[in-house]
């Protein structure tokens, strides 16, 4: 599968943004996606995921009340709802799928997913 995200921005603090994830193939909705997030000199940190049906998702603690992670099988595509923005939310935003089932916090590590989007770049300035 191809992932193409798109959506990112410059955006002031408190500001919002809605990234999306556009998944090429049929086999889609039988994929587990994640968000993840990289900041220059950081490593890549998980920030959201979402099961293959929409039943379970999954949030870092840094991110939690603010952003919503969605999905709309029919479109093939995965979405990051992102409010309340705050600088250190500035990265590159990556979209990640898995055709794995998920147990423990498998969804949390970044080399468990078996694709990866090209990135999109979020800047909030402050």
């Known amino acids: 599968v191809q992932l193409q995200a798109c959506g990112g921005g410059l955006v002031q603090a408190g500001g919002s943004l809605r990234l999306s994830c556009a998944a090429s193939?049929?086999?889609?909705?039988?994929?587990?996606m994640g968000w993840f997030r990289q900041a220059p000199g950081k490593e890549r940190e998980f920030v959201a995921a979402i099961t293959w049906n929409g039943g379970s998702t999954y949030y870092a603690d840094s991110v939690k009340g603010r952003f919503t992670i969605s999905r709309d099988n029919a479109k093939n595509t995965v979405y990051l709802q992102m409010n309340s923005l705050k600088p250190e939310d500035t990265a590159v935003y990556y979209c990640?799928?898995?055709?794995?089932?998920?147990?423990?916090?498998?969804?949390?590590?970044?080399?468990?997913?078996?694709?990866w989007g090209q990135g999109t770049l979020v800047t909030v300035s402050s």
């Open positions: 193939g049929s086999s889609f909705s039988t994929y587990n």
């Open positions: 990640a799928a898995d055709r794995a089932a998920w147990y423990g916090s498998r969804w949390s590590r970044p080399y468990e997913y078996d694709y």
